[in-house]
């Protein structure tokens, strides 16, 4: 019996694991799908795939192996944990990440910086940003029409 494509439920938002990536998925060294801890959490808990040290001062681009999908008039807002900026003095370098829905299929990455006066280290599986998607509006008049050429940092970047 052949099932039709519009029985089929649609994919709304969510997290994928990249290609790239994949080979992990089954291992002690797995790129984990965000997740929410509790029933009224807003975000979703991201981890870093690998380890890093961030020194005093500086920042680090941090590896999740993940894409995100939505819906055209949705984004996935990136904040760094409470918990980390309040303790370690961790920051995301641009204050929140932004990912639009035509970023599907690249990689989400973080930019952490380290504000405080030691070392910070980040170890693999460690759950370092929550990610909530949101929706947005669009401007009277908008006329948006570029296509997006890249991933991380490409918007606005001739190609």
């Not at 965000?34 to 029933?39: E, F």
């Not at 920051?91 to 030691?118: K, P, W």
């Amino acid at each position: 019996m052949k099932i039709l494509n519009f029985f089929k439920p649609k994919k709304r938002r969510g997290f994928e694991v990249l290609d790239e990536f994949e080979r992990y998925f089954n291992s002690d060294d797995a790129v984990k799908i965000p997740s929410r801890k509790t029933s009224q959490s807003a975000g979703y808990d991201i981890c870093a795939i690998g380890s890093y040290v961030i020194q005093p001062g500086s920042k680090a681009i941090i590896n999740t192996g993940l894409t995100a999908y939505m819906g055209e008039d949705e984004w996935l807002g990136l904040f760094v944990r409470s918990g980390l900026s309040y303790e370690f003095d961790l920051t995301l370098q641009n204050a929140t990440g932004v990912i639009d829905s035509d970023f599907y299929g690249n990689h989400i990455r973080l930019l952490l910086r380290n504000e405080g006066t030691e070392p910070f280290i980040v170890n693999h599986g460690d759950r370092i940003a929550q990610g909530i998607f949101l929706p947005y509006l669009k401007a009277d008049e908008d006329k948006a029409s570029a296509k997006r050429t890249g991933g991380f940092g490409s918007t606005g970047v001739a190609a």
